[in-house]
């Protein structure tokens, strides 16, 4: 994953290979300091013009996650199978965003992952006071969309535990 942060961020060797010292080479970042660089988008660099921070494009990102992926395909499959994931990822802190999440017993964040493989075609930080489906509909219909542009015969079946099994998102797959 980290090689696709390196992309993301613009490194001209995102796969480390070049880097000076040779207990670095191979690892495409210097560390957690570089990956938290990608923390801000470009409105609010605009408003901390003091912060060297990397802008991240949302929008960028995802197409490139998506590209990636299509890419590490010779040919197009028959089927993909899409995993629709949301996971209690547990705080420690008083960190932005954060609720109490009964069901888990803490105070988390509530991110949706979508995979077909691996690297994640979809990661979104949520807060954990919603629904583990909210935004899920949306976030298919974006990478269906793209995929089918790239793959137009491709069977695509979706798969998620009973919080995905919400009627926008069912409502929305017999129609398409």
Request: charged share 30%; net charge negative.
């Amino acid at each position: 994953m980290r090689a696709f942060e390196a992309v993301l961020a613009e490194k001209p060797d995102p796969t480390g290979q070049g880097r000076v010292w040779e207990r670095d080479r191979g690892k495409p970042l210097a560390g957690k300091s570089t990956l938290n660089q990608l923390e801000l988008t470009r409105a609010e660099v605009s408003k901390r013009e003091r912060y060297k921070k990397i802008a991240l494009e949302m929008e960028a990102a995802d197409c490139l996650r998506v590209k990636l992926f299509l890419e590490a395909h010779a040919k197009p499959p028959a089927k993909i199978v899409l995993d629709l994931d949301a996971t209690d990822d547990p705080l420690h802190g008083n960190q932005e965003g954060r609720f109490f999440h009964g069901y888990d017993g803490d105070s988390c964040y509530l991110p949706l992952y979508i995979f077909s493989g691996d690297p994640p075609l979809c990661a979104r930080l949520r807060p954990s006071h919603i629904e583990s489906s909210s935004g899920c509909r949306e976030e298919v219909e974006r990478l269906v969309g793209e995929i089918r542009r790239a793959w137009p015969e491709v069977k695509i079946i979706l798969r998620g535990d009973w919080g995905f099994c919400r009627e926008e998102l069912m409502a929305w797959c017999e129609q398409h």
